[in-house]
């Protein structure tokens, strides 16, 4: 019977340092996967970044632009409210809240304001 627990105790604490590694990894998304997991690229593109526009503009709208060069002009703080619609820009408020954690998007944000390609 003991024999048969040593191997049992090994196999879960293996499984157990596994499954801990698993969560590092999802918690450790960069800037470029919260981008697409969160469907950015359904509005905007980043060329510099391989990522292609998914959808088309607004009825009405015009396209919303390349964000290659956003952090040219943009400070992560500023994107960061920006995203949270506590800005504006042009009189206007991004067209939707943000949906990620406030994790997700300081990394997102230090990503975008690191892209300064023109």
Do not use: Y
């Given at each position: 019977?003991?024999?048969?627990?040593?191997?049992?105790?090994?196999?879960?604490?293996?499984?157990?340092?596994?499954?801990?590694?698993?969560?590092?990894?999802?918690?450790?998304?960069?800037?470029?996967?919260?981008?697409?997991?969160?469907?950015?690229?359904k509005c905007h593109s980043i060329e510099s970044q391989g990522i292609e526009r998914q959808g088309s503009a607004p009825a009405g709208g015009k396209l919303p632009p390349d964000l290659s060069g956003v952090g040219l002009k943009h400070t992560s703080d500023w994107m960061q409210k920006w995203l949270n619609k506590e800005e504006e820009m042009n009189g206007k408020k991004h067209m939707k809240k943000f949906g990620g954690s406030s994790d997700e998007l300081k990394t997102l944000t230090s990503w975008l304001s690191s892209l300064k390609k023109k």
């Amino acid at each position: 019977m003991k024999k048969l627990s040593i191997p049992v105790i090994l196999t879960a604490a293996a499984f157990a340092l596994t499954s801990a590694g698993s969560l590092g990894t999802v918690a450790s998304k960069d800037g470029k996967a919260i981008f697409l997991d969160n469907k950015c690229s359904k509005c905007h593109s980043i060329e510099s970044q391989g990522i292609e526009r998914q959808g088309s503009a607004p009825a009405g709208g015009k396209l919303p632009p390349d964000l290659s060069g956003v952090g040219l002009k943009h400070t992560s703080d500023w994107m960061q409210k920006w995203l949270n619609k506590e800005e504006e820009m042009n009189g206007k408020k991004h067209m939707k809240k943000f949906g990620g954690s406030s994790d997700e998007l300081k990394t997102l944000t230090s990503w975008l304001s690191s892209l300064k390609k023109k």
